[in-house]
Structure formats: structure tokens, C-alpha cells
């Protein structure tokens, strides 16, 4: 009988503070934390890898058994780059999606948003002190707002104000390395899809691609002055560079495959992407492949160790961490056999040697991995599991 009223309370506490999670053992980690989204059965959660043990942080289990329509909602996180703060999408007690926010050496979990909108994708800025996020009406998916609101939880105004006349989503978003401008990627059609650069003070705004062609995956160099995307207006998705101000806009390295993600390397002398189309077969492949060229245009190198592709594995989410000076991504072996999960994996460009960093026999997605030292914190017992 005391057990049943024991559940009863949980419940009701569920129902009235958000849905995080920790593992009941103390929590501590000395140097690299590996973050990953997981779905484990219908509902996703947030995980933490440490060298010395796997956490999950946010589970969407309990609250989402209350909300079985929503059961299989994506889940949208984000990790400050010191490792400090954690801040992702979850449904509040309303049923309302809001943005929490997550002190990771207290465990003190605060909601950022408290509306009766749609509230996703968060993104901290470099320096931490603020988050952007997108927002819509339910049901309005194709109206995106980008907000801006501080870790405080002050919201300083809309980045980019809904137009009368403009009906897109927001596809991706990014800060620029002095936090001073925000990219984002304007969806109106399959054909057309304009990335587009925004002032967080002035609110002034330009879109620097044409709205005749698809232009996605936008990524600032280390000083802020040059952008690379993927673009098909030539046609396929090809790698493209141009100036912060749009201007110079150049075809960098073009296949009949499909080229994507790019990102500068460390010394932005080049740039690293993934591709379908093998250069050495002289067609589009099942799986993807890892090069670097020049951002002139010149010394294009397959980066993909051998092994890698004759197992035909798919790789996507390319990262580069500025603390670690290390590219990291996920992966899988394209086949139908059990067993096959996304990984994480390193690249160490100039060795071209690719690691795999976690651990666990299930989907890691949507990495992210930071630095950081973390006093021991002794967490009270909860409905969290450590795997």
C-alpha cells in the first residue's frame, strides 16, 4: 500500500516540474564528456558519456506516457562550450513544448519559455550567455520565429520577426564566432531555400543566397569573415564559399553526388565535407565519404580510411570542437543486419585515421563533445537510469 502512494507522488510530481533525470550514483566527470540523443524503445533521452561512466540526464519516459500523441517527439538539445549549462525541448506540465535549462553542477533545471507555443531547437551562443531558439504557433509549423533569450531567462526580443508576406521554416541557425550575427536557413519550398544573416542588435537583415536554388548547412570561419554551404544552383548539391556579406560567392568542389556539411578546418586553409560520390569509383556510392579541400578550390583528399569504405558506412552531423581542436561525427554501417548502431568517431585529418569514441550497444545521435571539470555531486534518488 505505501508503495502505490509512493508512485502516485512521483507522478504528481512529474506532472509539475520538467522532465530531467539523473542517475541516482554521484555524478562526476574529470576531462571529455561525450553528450548524445538516444531512443531507447518509443521515448528519447539525453545521455553523458564520461571516461569513468554513462548517464542519462534527461528522460522523456514518464511525462511523455501522459502525452501518448506526443510519445515520439524529437527531442533538441544543446551543451555550452564549457560544459557548464544544458539546454534542450521538452513538454512542460501545460503539454506545451518550452526551452529548460540545466545547471550541470547543481542539477537545478529552470523553464526558460513558459508559453502556449511551439518551442525548439536551442542553441547556446560561444560565449554561453545566450540562447537562441526557434518558435511557432501549433499547428503553424511553416511560420518560424527565432528568438533570442539570455541564460538568465530574459528575453531580449525577437532575431527575426514573422513577415505578413513570408511564410517559411527555419531550418538550421548558427551564431557567428563574436556572437554579434546569427545565420539561418530560410525554408520556403524543396527548391528554394535562402540562408540568410541577421544582426542581433541592429535587427537588420540580409539573405545572401539566391531564392531560385536550395542553399543549406551554412558555417562561419574562425574569424567570421567567410561562409561555406552546400548549394544545387548549378544543379547538385555542390560545396560553395563566399564572403560574410554574401559577396564572392564560388563553387568550390562539385560532383554528381550529393556534398554536405561542411565546416573549416582548423587553420581555414581548408574545408572538410561529406560526399556520396566516390571519386576513385566514378559514381555516387550507398555509403558517405570524408574530404578536404583547399578553400581555393584545389587539392581535393579523401579522408575515408579503407576500412571504413568497404563497409559502406553513412556519416553526418560533422563538428569541429575549438577546445579539443578535434572533428568529430556519427556513423553506421549501412546494412541490414542487427547490431548496426550509430556511433561517434573522431578524425584526425593529417593521419587520416577515424576512432570511434563511445561505448554502448545502442544509437548515439546528434553528438556533442565538450571539456570540463565537474565537482562530484551526490544526486538524490530519482527515476533516472544509468546504463
Known amino acids: 500500500m505505501g508503495m502505490k502512494k509512493y508512485t502516485v507522488r512521483l507522478c504528481i510530481v512529474f506532472l509539475f516540474f520538467p522532465p530531467f533525470f539523473v542517475s541516482a550514483t554521484a555524478f562526476h566527470s574529470d576531462g571529455e564528456e561525450l553528450f548524445f540523443l538516444s531512443k531507447r524503445g518509443r521515448y528519447y533521452g539525453i545521455?553523458?558519456?564520461?571516461?569513468?561512466?554513462?548517464?542519462?540526464?534527461?528522460?522523456?519516459?514518464?511525462?511523455?506516457?501522459?502525452?501518448?500523441?506526443?510519445?515520439?517527439?524529437?527531442?533538441?538539445?544543446?551543451?555550452?562550450?564549457?560544459?557548464?549549462?544544458?539546454?534542450?525541448?521538452?513538454?512542460?506540465?501545460?503539454?506545451?513544448?518550452?526551452?529548460?535549462?540545466?545547471?550541470?553542477?547543481?542539477?537545478?533545471?529552470?523553464?526558460?519559455?513558459?508559453?502556449?507555443?511551439?518551442?525548439g531547437m536551442p542553441r547556446f551562443s560561444h560565449d554561453g550567455k545566450w540562447i537562441g531558439y526557434l518558435s511557432h504557433a501549433p499547428g503553424e509549423r511553416m511560420r518560424d520565429n527565432l528568438f533570442l533569450i539570455s541564460r538568465d531567462g530574459m528575453e531580449i526580443g525577437k532575431v527575426k520577426r514573422q513577415l505578413s508576406f513570408g511564410m517559411y521554416r527555419i531550418l538550421s541557425f548558427c551564431f557567428s564566432p563574436d556572437d554579434r550575427e546569427i545565420l539561418f536557413v530560410k525554408y520556403f519550398n524543396s527548391r528554394s531555400t535562402v540562408i540568410t544573416r541577421v544582426e542581433i542588435e541592429g535587427m537588420k537583415e540580409w539573405e545572401l543566397t539566391l531564392p531560385t536554388c536550395s542553399s543549406r548547412n551554412p558555417s562561419f570561419n574562425g574569424k567570421g569573415d567567410r561562409i561555406v554551404y552546400s548549394s544545387d544552383c548549378d544543379g547538385d548539391f555542390d560545396l560553395w564559399i563566399m564572403n560574410r556579406d554574401g559577396s564572392g560567392r564560388k563553387r568550390l568542389y562539385g560532383s554528381p553526388g550529393y556534398e554536405s556539411e561542411p565546416v573549416f578546418a582548423s587553420d581555414e586553409s581548408r574545408v572538410l565535407l561529406f560526399s556520396d560520390f566516390s571519386q576513385k569509383k566514378g559514381k555516387v556510392i550507398d555509403g558517405t565519404l570524408i574530404y578536404s579541400i583547399r578553400i581555393d578550390g584545389t587539392g581535393l583528399r579523401n579522408l575515408t580510411p579503407e576500412f571504413f569504405m568497404r563497409r559502406t558506412f553513412v556519416f553526418s552531423q560533422l563538428r569541429y570542437e575549438e577546445g579539443?581542436?578535434?572533428?568529430?561525427?556519427?556513423?553506421?554501417?549501412?546494412?541490414?543486419?542487427?547490431?548496426?548502431?550509430?556511433?561517434?568517431?573522431?578524425?584526425?585529418?593529417?593521419?587520416?585515421?577515424?576512432?570511434?569514441?563511445?561505448?554502448?550497444?545502442f544509437d548515439k545521435m546528434n553528438p556533442l563533445l565538450r571539456t570540463r571539470i565537474h565537482r562530484v555531486i551526490n544526486v538524490p534518488f530519482s527515476p533516472g537510469r544509468k546504463l
Not at 593529417?350 to 576512432?355: L, P
Open 47 to 119: 545521455y553523458v558519456q564520461t571516461p569513468q561512466s554513462m548517464h542519462c540526464i534527461f528522460d522523456s519516459t514518464e511525462l511523455l506516457k501522459m502525452f501518448p500523441n506526443r510519445a515520439s517527439y524529437h527531442v533538441t538539445y544543446d551543451v555550452s562550450r564549457d560544459g557548464r549549462f544544458f539546454t534542450y525541448s521538452a513538454m512542460s506540465e501545460t503539454g506545451s513544448m518550452d526551452i529548460f535549462l540545466t545547471d550541470l553542477s547543481s542539477f537545478h533545471t529552470r523553464n526558460l519559455t513558459r508559453d502556449s507555443f511551439v518551442d
Open 324 to 361: 579539443k581542436r578535434v572533428y568529430y561525427f556519427q556513423g553506421k554501417q549501412r546494412d541490414s543486419r542487427r547490431g548496426r548502431y550509430y556511433e561517434v568517431y573522431t578524425l584526425d585529418p593529417e593521419r587520416k585515421e577515424i576512432k570511434k569514441i563511445s561505448r554502448g550497444s
